[in-house]
């Protein structure tokens, strides 16, 4: 058995808006977040878990912010993508573990319908999706509210 694990990494700052799209729901905020794409940080970060455990480089890679075809695309085709390519190479996922840091929006409340949409997209039972939050205490940008963080763990396996 092939056991695969992979971190990711991503921020994106606020601007203008009334919402903010996390893990493809969108959640009312007084601002949105600033990205080339939808600018959902947590999908990105989920999809960096996903082609780090395959040693297959980054989101930016595949999905390069200076092509035009991606501008405002919905992240859930960059997530698509690594889920079809660790296919392609004989790997399930086993879970994804993502860790949002923010001071707002509340992400409890949205949980649920997060976990429950990344699952779909992933082909996953829900139990095999974490979606959780932190603060930062009010220190550095996300404490000033200036933006949104977040981690995730991806486990793929080959049987």
């Known amino acids: ?8 990494f991503d921020v994106h700052a606020f601007g203008p808006g009334d919402h903010v799209v996390l893990c493809g729901v969108q959640v009312p905020h007084d601002q949105g977040l600033v990205g080339h794409s939808d600018a959902d940080v ?3 970060t989920v999809t960096d878990a996903i082609y780090g455990a395959l040693a297959r480089g980054d989101i930016g890679q595949h999905f390069p912010p200076s092509d035009l075809q991606w ?5 859930e085709v960059f997530l698509r993508h690594a889920v079809n390519m660790a296919k392609d190479m004989g790997f399930g996922i086993s879970n994804v573990d993502c860790t949002l840091i923010c001071e707002h929006p509340k992400i409890g ?4 319908a997060m976990r429950k949409k990344m699952a779909e997209l992933m082909g996953l039972e829900v139990d095999r ?3 959780k939050a932190t603060t930062s205490e009010r220190l550095g940008f996300t404490g000033r509210g ?4 977040c981690i ?3 486990t793929l396996v080959k049987p």
């Open 1 to 8: 058995m092939d056991v695969r694990t992979g971190n990711g």
């Open 129 to 131: 999706v974490s979606v």
């Open 109 to 112: 409340p949205h949980a649920p």
């Open 152 to 154: 995730a763990t991806a």
């Open 146 to 149: 200036e933006g949104i963080a």
């Open 71 to 75: 501008k405002g695309a919905a992240s």
């Open 42 to 44: 947590a999908m990105h």
